[in-house]
């Protein structure tokens, strides 16, 4: 090889390497595919902590990786802030979720909702699941206390399940509300098909980890995973209101 053609090889090896250094979002996008293909990775940015990137993922889970992708790892990051411990990673996923969760249309959602809110909770929800029934009694009273209750749907089963079968009889229902009213209360609801939402509302809840029903997401965007009486849960939904 001439000096020439060496030089000019050096020097495209060496502009490679400073292009890769100078766009670490590039660099851990491709290492995070190559390990995860399909990784539905929203944005890549500069963590709080120096050296160390935040890589959010759709649906609001959060990964951290270094400059050059060839360290990842999952967990939480603290802040020590006036000596009290701050969750940063959970203060960011949960606006993302927050974000998520209320882009959901109004339409595509089944709302039992008081006179005048106070703030709203979104419940991701199956028709045959016993502790769902039991938080769904206690709506009237959620209402009362000024919390309107948003349903989506999460076939716990999946998708073809004999539990999706319900939820999209129960989307595609004339009057929405009646019809979850007569799942709720184990009660046959009519069978109909329509253009729904239930299965991307499943897929959304398994990006945002929602693992069983009733899983409650606060206007803050946290996550109370199970059943709570409404006295409880709606101190919660008003506190949260109140941080939004």
């Known amino acids: 090889m001439r000096v020439s053609s060496l030089f000019a090889a050096v ?20 290492a995070l595919q190559q390990m995860q293909p399909g ?11 120096a050296g160390l990137y935040q890589v959010q993922l759709k649906g609001g889970r959060m990964l951290y ?3 050059d992708g060839q360290f990842v790892m999952q967990g939480y990051l603290y802040q020590l802030k006036d000596g009290k411990p701050l969750n940063l990673t959970e203060r960011a996923e949960s606006l993302a ?20 809110p106070k703030t709203h909770i979104t419940v991701f929800t199956d028709t045959d699941c016993g ?20 349903y989506v749907a999460f076939p716990r089963q999946g998708i073809g399940s004999h539990g999706y079968g319900d ?6 229902a004339k009057d929405r509300q009646a019809a979850m009213n007569k799942a709720k209360a184990r009660e046959k609801v009519p069978a109909a098909t329509c253009d729904n939402p239930v299965a991307k509302q499943f897929e959304l809840g398994q990006m945002i980890g929602v693992q069983g029903t009733p899983a409650v997401i606060l206007a803050n965007g946290q996550m109370i995973p199970g059943y709570q009486p409404a006295a409880q849960l709606a101190k919660q939904a008003l506190t949260a209101q109140s941080t939004n």
């Not at 020097?11 to 400073?18: D, F, K, R, Y």
């Not at 250094?21 to 660099?27: S, T, V």
Request: aromatic residues 4%; negative net charge.
């Open 131 to 150: 502790y769902c029934q039991k938080l769904h009694s206690e709506v009237p009273e959620l209402n009362r206390l000024g919390v309107e209750v948003r």
């Open 11 to 30: 020097a495209l090896g060496l502009a490679s390497t400073l292009a890769l250094a100078a766009d670490p979002g590039q660099a851990i996008r491709k």
């Open 39 to 49: 990784l539905p990775i929203e944005s890549i940015a500069e963590s709080p902590m």
């Open 65 to 67: 990786a270094s400059a």
């Open 97 to 116: 979720v927050a974000k998520a969760i209320n882009g959901i249309p109004a339409g595509e959602m089944v709302i039992f909702a008081p006179k005048e």
């Open 167 to 172: 939820l999209v009889s129960v989307w595609c």
